[in-house]
T-cell receptor, first 113, second 114 residues
Framework: AQSVTQLGSHVSVSEGALVLLRCNYSSSVPPYLFWYVQYPNQGLQLLLKYTTGATLVKGINGFEAEFKKSETSFHLTKPSAHMSDAAEYFCAVSGEYGNKLVFGAGTILRVKS | DGGITQSPKYLFRKEGQNVTLSCEQN?????MYWYRQDPGQGLRLIYYSQIVNDFQKGDIAEGYSVSREKKESFPLTVTSAQKNPTAFYLC?????????????FGSGTRLTVV
């Protein structure tokens, strides 16, 4: 069965510093991978997704992620953190059966001024 | 604009009461989902439906019920059998197959037992 591990339930960075949120997955089939962002008391918003093709995927708000099959990873990065990036981030992988996505436990990003 | 509407935003339930959370979408999506979110536990799947008049239990279906009489609507009832219902509930929808296109989420309903 598919699974997702997000390393670090909380990550803290200074404003202007690199953001790196880690996601490792397991899948018995070629995966589709997603990153979502959630602001307090709101739903999840799609940041970016990998389906096929180029392994470096660019998303909204300056975020990007790279699919590395050999490392079963899909880490999310942003070169320079902004205060507005403070939120919870979820990695997800396509489910093996049906239409379901499997979500990681989430990483809360804190941005310090 | 197309999207998913969840109502109400905040809901309070007394012990022993059933309550129904509304989820409506105008995206013409086939599949719909209900998730429960608790601090530090990520998203847990309650029920999902891939077509009208059909739905499947997720990982934590006990104490919940759903219906899918229309493509646009997927209401969730939290019954008195759910012993710890206080949580944030998220509804989502997807074009079938959802694993390629991802999900679109509503803005959530926060349920509190008083």
């Amino acid at each position: 069965a598919q699974s997702v591990t997000q390393l670090g339930s909380h990550v803290s960075v200074s404003e202007g510093a690199l953001v790196l949120l880690r996601c490792n997955y397991s899948s018995s089939v070629p995966p589709y991978l997603f990153w979502y962002v959630q602001y307090p008391n709101q739903g999840l918003q799609l940041l970016l997704k990998y389906t096929t093709g180029a392994t470096l995927v660019k998303g909204i708000n300056g975020f990007e992620a790279e699919f590395k099959k050999s490392e079963t990873s899909f880490h999310l990065t942003k070169p320079s953190a902004h205060m507005s990036d403070a939120a919870e981030y979820f990695c997800a992988v396509s489910g093996e059966y049906g239409n379901k996505l499997v979500f990681g436990a989430g990483t809360i990003l804190r941005v310090k001024s | 604009d197309g999207g998913i509407t969840q109502s109400p935003k905040y809901l309070f339930r007394k012990e022993g009461q059933n309550v129904t959370l509304s989820c409506e979408q105008n995206l013409n999506h086939d599949a719909m989902y209900w998730y429960r979110q608790d601090p530090g536990q990520g998203l847990r799947l309650i029920y999902y439906s891939q077509i009208v008049n059909d739905f499947q239990k997720g990982d934590i279906a006990e104490g919940y019920s759903v219906s899918r009489e229309k493509k646009e609507s997927f209401p969730l009832t939290v019954t008195s059998a759910q012993k710890n219902p206080t949580a944030f509930y998220l509804c989502a929808s997807s074009i079938s197959p959802g694993q390629i296109y991802g999900y679109t989420f509503g803005s959530g309903t926060r349920l509190t037992v008083v």
